[in-house]
Antibody, heavy 123, light 108 residues
Framework: QVHLQESGPGLVKPSGTLSLTCTVSGASISSDNWWTWVRQSPGKGLEWIGEIFHSGRTNYNASLKSRVSMSVDKSESQFSLRLTSVTAADTAIYFC????????????????WGQGALVTVSS | SYILTQPPSVSVAPGKTARITCGGNNIGSKSVHWYQQKPGQAPVLVIYYDNDRPSGIPERFSGSKSGNTATLTISRVEAGDEADYYCQVCDTSNDHWVFGGGTKLTVL
C-alpha cells in the first residue's frame, strides 16, 4: 500500500522559510509518477502548490512560483517543499500526494495523499 | 488563470440524488477529476477522467459533462456521503492544476 507522510516544523515565523518533507513508502519515488504538494488554509479550499518528477523537473503554481522550490531525494524516498518569505496567509494544512501515472494523453488524477501537516505562520 | 466554479453548498435528503456542479470555460475539452474530503481527513478520489470510478467507490457516484459544466451525481445519498467535494482539472495552457472552490454536501 502506498503511504505518504509529511514532516517538518509546525510553526514558522513571518518572513521565514517553510520547509516540509514527504516520505514515500510502498512505491518507488523513481516511478513515472509526479509528486505534488497541495495546501488548504483553515476552513478554505484546496490550492495546488506544484509538483516534481524524480528527475528534478518541476512545475509550480504561478502565484507562488517566486517563493517555492521543490526537490527530490531518491536515496531517502523523499521529496521536499520550501516556501520562502512566509506570511500569515501561508498558514495551512500542507498535503503531499502522488499523481497517478497517465494512461494516455489525459492529465491523471491524484491517487494517494498524505494525512496533511498543519503549518502555522506566527511570531 | 483558469477558474472552476462550484456552488458553496448543496443539501439533499437521504435516499435522494445530489448533483454538484463545476463550471469552467470550455471544460468539455478537459478531463475532470472529483475528490471527497471529510472533516480532518485528506481528500479521496471519487471520480476521474470525467466519469470513471476508482475501485472501492460505490456505483452511486457518477460524473458527467455538458457544455461548460461538469457534474458529480450521487444517487441514493447516505449520511456518510456528507463531505466537501472538489473538482479538479489541468489547465493545459500552462500545465497547472486547478481546483474548484469546493461544495459542502449536507445530508438533511
Amino acid at each position: 500500500q502506498v503511504h505518504l507522510q509529511e514532516s517538518g516544523p509546525g510553526l514558522v515565523k513571518p518572513s521565514g522559510t517553510l520547509s516540509l518533507t514527504c516520505t514515500v513508502s510502498g512505491a518507488s519515488i523513481s516511478s513515472d509518477n509526479w509528486w505534488t504538494w497541495v495546501r488548504q488554509s483553515p476552513g478554505k479550499g484546496l490550492e495546488w502548490i506544484g509538483e516534481i518528477f524524480h528527475s528534478g523537473r518541476t512545475n509550480y503554481n504561478a502565484s507562488l512560483k517566486s517563493r517555492v522550490s521543490m526537490s527530490v531525494d531518491k536515496s531517502e524516498s523523499q521529496f521536499s517543499l520550501r516556501l520562502t518569505s512566509v506570511t500569515a496567509a501561508d498558514t495551512a494544512i500542507y498535503f503531499c500526494a502522488r499523481v497517478s501515472v497517465p494512461g494516455g494523453e489525459l492529465p491523471p488524477p491524484i491517487d494517494y495523499w498524505g494525512q496533511g501537516a498543519l503549518v502555522t505562520v506566527s511570531s | 488563470s483558469y477558474i472552476l466554479t462550484q456552488p458553496p453548498s448543496v443539501s439533499v435528503a437521504p435516499g435522494k440524488t445530489a448533483r454538484i456542479t463545476c463550471g469552467g470555460n470550455n471544460i468539455g475539452s478537459k478531463s475532470v477529476h472529483w475528490y471527497q474530503q471529510k472533516p480532518g481527513q485528506a481528500p479521496v478520489l471519487v471520480i476521474y477522467y470525467d466519469n470513471d470510478r476508482p475501485s472501492g467507490i460505490p456505483e452511486r457516484f457518477s460524473g458527467s459533462k455538458s457544455g461548460n459544466t461538469a457534474t458529480l451525481t450521487i444517487s441514493r445519498v447516505e449520511a456518510g456521503d456528507e463531505a466537501d467535494y472538489y473538482c479538479q482539472v489541468c489547465d493545459t495552457s500552462n500545465d497547472h492544476w486547478v481546483f474548484g472552490g469546493g461544495t459542502k454536501l449536507t445530508v438533511l
